[in-house]
């Protein structure tokens, strides 16, 4: 997939990026021009992202985990049951890699080699703090569910107590963070352009399908 040559990281390519990386291990080394530091770009990945995948090490292994994310200012939020094993790794204070992405494109290209992705995604470095005070808890569950459909903590119930209870809540802070996004065509040789294979990029997009109420139970006012 596009094996172009490794560029190391040089003060060139860190100028072509919006700004410095905040840390020397976010700095993107391969494919430099392909890095973004600038928070508001990092945000809005964030904010558009469905999922994230967590990473971090249990048992002395690395494991990475599916889940869904909110940001609210500096702080990603993650949630999850009191039983499960990566929330309560995350509310220990754990050391955490979270990522996000968000795929905009199959490139084709002419060889093999040179096929691609278009992608926007974010790595956020750091350490986990458990969220324990009711107030930021009950924020960070509200982010957690507009994330996933604005508006709906506005209808559905809130948590009750025992609910919250069993409920953990931890967060990340973006201070360590960097995106990398990929735009545009194939890159093929030179020599394979007069190739007779189609090249081009496929554009992708995740969309909403038609809401299936769930009859035959009631239903109120606040649908999709
Ligand atoms: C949809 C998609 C498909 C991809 N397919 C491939 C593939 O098939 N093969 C492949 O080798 N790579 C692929 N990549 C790129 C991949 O994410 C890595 O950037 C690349 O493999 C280099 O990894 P590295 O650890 O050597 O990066 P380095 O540049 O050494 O990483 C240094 C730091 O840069 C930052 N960084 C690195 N990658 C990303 C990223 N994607 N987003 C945000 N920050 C980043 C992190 O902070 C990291 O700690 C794909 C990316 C996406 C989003």
Same mark, same amino acid.
């Given at each position: 997939m596009e094996a172009d040559t490794i560029v190391p990281p040089t003060a060139d390519s860190a100028d072509a990026a919006d700004a410095a990386p905040p /840390? @020397? #291990?976010t700095r993107v080394r391969r494919h430099p021009e392909r890095g973004v530091y600038d928070r508001a770009a990092i945000e809005a990945i964030l904010d558009e992202a469905a999922i994230c995948h967590v990473g971090f090490v249990h048992d002395g292994a690395p494991v990475v985990i599916p889940t869904i994310h909110a940001r609210i200012g500096d702080a990603l939020y993650l949630h999850g049951s009191a039983a /499960? #094993? !990566?929330m309560r790794t995350l509310a220990a204070g754990a050391e955490v890699c979270v990522t996000a992405t968000i795929l905009?494109? *199959?490139v084709l290209a002419r060889s093999v080699a040179n096929h691609s992705m278009n992608y926007r995604s974010v790595v956020v470095l750091g350490r986990a703090r458990p969220v324990e005070g009711r107030e930021e808890k009950l924020a960070a569950l509200r982010a957690v569910v507009e994330h996933v459909d604005p508006g709906r903590w506005g209808v559905a119930r809130h948590p009750n107590e025992? =609910? *919250?209870? =069993?409920?953990l809540v931890a967060a990340v802070s973006l201070g360590e963070a960097s995106a990398k996004v990929r735009t545009g @065509?194939?890159?093929d040789d030179p020599d394979d352009l007069a190739l @007779? %294979?189609?090249a081009g990029v496929v554009p992708l #997009? !995740?969309?909403r399908g =038609?809401? %299936?109420p769930d009859e035959p139970r009631g239903q109120g006012p606040g649908g999709p």
């Open positions: /840390s @020397p #291990r /499960s #094993r !990566m905009d494109g *199959l025992q =609910e *919250l209870h =069993e409920t @065509p194939p890159k @007779p %294979v189609w #997009r !995740m969309a =038609e809401p %299936v």
